[in-house]
């Protein structure tokens, strides 16, 4: 199935959410993370591929010293302040 998937069973995901939720609420957070790690370690082992998921904040991929020199342009740099004035 394509990650644009729809559900074939609405029965059984709100199931699943409402066991993840029971966990949450009688277990606890730890509890509910580490059942959820054993199941994504269990789809792994499955063959079943996943996103992460993980939003990071801007990575520069260039390093600073391989950064290309913009050349100085001071009749810019006049114009721009300037500009802010």
Do not use: C
């Not at 199941?39 to 290309?68: C, D, F, R, W």
């Amino acid at each position: 199935m394509s990650k644009k998937s729809y559900d074939i069973d609405p029965v059984e995901t709100q199931e699943w959410l409402d066991a993840l939720a029971s966990v949450t609420q009688y277990a606890g957070t730890d509890r509910a993370r580490y059942l959820l790690d054993k199941i994504s370690a269990q789809a792994h082992t499955l063959g079943i591929s996943q996103t992460t998921g993980v939003n990071t904040a801007y990575l520069n991929t260039i390093p600073k010293g391989a950064e290309a020199q913009i050349p100085e342009d001071h009749g810019m740099f006049r114009l721009i302040g300037a500009f802010i004035r």
